[in-house]
């Protein structure tokens, strides 16, 4: 049985050793863009890893050109860790600084120890931060089209002859039309990726099918690394991934009297490690494990950052529509009441938002008498740009707002259609940052 349904059983202890001692190591795009997500230590780790197997490694064009294509991008998301991650600090500063306003009062709590125990906690948070920055900056990792790469310069050299030859359009064309088949039937791989655009559905096909053909020249063993973890190259049951999809497997066997297994970047490290001799530390493993997880979470669109946005917004909306079923559900006296009660809130909330900045202006202000920083004078330029903003936003709404409490009944009703507008309004800014947000996710 186990000659008819190979896909269905592992290897045996043989074939695992002819695995490692005479296969063909076939790297994806994913595995050369990861490279660029680990840390120096991780990295260089790695590479010596794969310079061990210079002349058994192999990478398929298409995956070549994937990694060309994404290599900058993939940078540029490392660079802009430290803007996201700034924001969310500030972020972390604008509820810190309204949680703490809020027992300014307190008999017991003093509220400026807290906030100069949080403010030395932050800076030095920002400090490190900074520094990280600058030296990344000034290093090699400062890619451009046109700038030194040290990352790709290495890998050049260590492929080198190593790509295989691309498709002829004819063959793409043709590989393309079997894809339509393949995905309609959820037949791995790439099907997963069959609601992306034209340009980029069949890139996990076309890599498979450069596989099988390296695979029937003559390269009848194949470990496949890579790090892409969907369900159309890997068989997973119940959270567990239990390894290639058997479809793979059988399908290589027709192609070729050799065998085809798949590897994990972490996993292959390892197994690498021991053929070797080689102890790698827990460090190395649990940093390229969790460089793995992290790329999982954005792939399902399950990053908690992600999450926690799209539930606030939905749940922002949700409370906007209601508001707007409310107001149009209305008789003439509660639209009247109602029109009061958001003037009042609107009110509140410009005042709140005054007082906020003007607290974080205080603090900003100390924190400069004691060290003199440029940035902190920036953010202070910023600080009170953003407070005569909300003076004037306070004042605007005053202005259009500052009605008497005996309204008659159109004016209120002119009121109520204004404000239906603007929350209609919210609702289609809602749906379109929320379309975003679950688009990002799909496509990552």
């Known amino acids: 049985m186990c000659d008819m349904l190979r896909g269905w059983y592992p290897p045996t202890s043989k074939e695992y050793e002819r695995?490692?001692?005479?296969?063909?190591?076939?790297?994806d795009a994913s595995v050369l863009l990861t490279l660029y997500r680990y840390g120096d230590r991780v990295r260089s780790e790695f590479l010596d890893t794969l310079e061990q197997f210079t002349e058994r490694l192999s990478v398929p064009y298409q995956a070549a050109l994937e990694y060309q294509r994404n290599r900058l991008g993939v940078i540029e998301d490392q660079h802009n860790a430290y803007n996201r991650l700034r924001s969310d600090l500030n972020q972390v500063v604008d509820r810190v600084s309204g949680a703490v306003g809020a027992f300014a009062r307190h008999p017991r709590l003093?509220?400026?120890q807290i906030t100069r125990e949080f403010d030395s906690a932050l800076a030095r948070a920002l400090s490190y931060l900074s520094s990280v920055e600058a030296k990344d900056l000034e290093g090699d990792s400062d890619q451009g089209p046109s700038e030194k790469d040290t990352i790709r310069d290495r890998l050049t050299?260590?492929?080198?002859?190593?790509?295989?030859?691309?498709?002829?359009?004819?063959?793409?064309?043709?590989?393309?039309?079997?894809?339509?088949?393949?995905y309609a039937k959820s037949i791995p791989p790439g099907y997963r990726d069959r609601e992306k655009p034209d340009d980029r559905r069949y890139g996990d096909l076309l890599v498979w099918r450069q596989i099988l053909k390296r695979a029937s020249d003559g390269n009848p063993d194949v470990i496949y690394v890579t790090d892409d973890r969907k369900d159309d190259w890997w068989w997973i049951e119940r959270g567990k991934t239990i390894g290639p999809r058997p479809e793979l497997i059988d399908e290589f066997s027709r192609q070729s009297d050799g065998v085809f297994y798949m590897y994990t970047p972490d996993v292959f490290l390892g197994r690498a490690g021991v053929y070797l001799g080689r102890t790698l530390s827990d460090e190395v493993v649990g940093e390229v494990q969790e460089v793995a997880r992290q790329r999982a979470r954005r792939r399902r669109g399950q990053s908690p950052r992600t999450i926690r946005h799209i539930?606030?917004?939905?749940?922002?909306?949700?409370?906007?529509?209601?508001e707007i079923a409310r107001l149009r559900a209305a008789d003439s006296r509660v639209r009247s009441s109602l029109v009061n009660?958001?003037?009042?809130?609107?009110?509140r909330t410009g005042e709140q938002q005054r007082e906020k900045a003007l607290w974080r202006i205080d603090r900003l202000l100390a924190e400069l008498?004691?060290?003199?920083?440029?940035?902190?004078?920036?953010?202070?330029?910023?600080?009170?740009?953003?407070l005569a903003l909300a003076e004037h936003s306070l004042y605007t709404l005053d202005e259009e707002l500052g009605l008497s409490e005996q309204m008659g009944p159109g004016a209120v009703e002119e009121q109520v259609r204004e404000i239906l507008q603007s929350l209609e309004a919210r609702v289609v800014d809602y749906d379109s940052e929320l379309a975003h947000l679950k688009q990002s996710a799909r496509d990552d």
């Open 19 to 27: 695995l490692w001692d005479e296969d063909l190591i076939v790297l």
């Open 110 to 112: 003093e509220v400026a």
């Open 157 to 182: 050299l260590l492929l080198a002859g190593r790509v295989g030859a691309s498709f002829a359009d004819a063959e793409v064309f043709a590989i393309e039309k079997e894809g339509e088949l393949r």
């Open 311 to 322: 539930a606030l917004l939905e749940d922002e909306k949700r409370d906007v529509l209601e």
């Open 341 to 347: 009660e958001r003037r009042s809130e609107l009110r």
């Open 369 to 386: 008498s004691a060290t003199p920083d440029g940035n902190a004078v920036r953010d202070e330029d910023f600080l009170r740009e953003q």
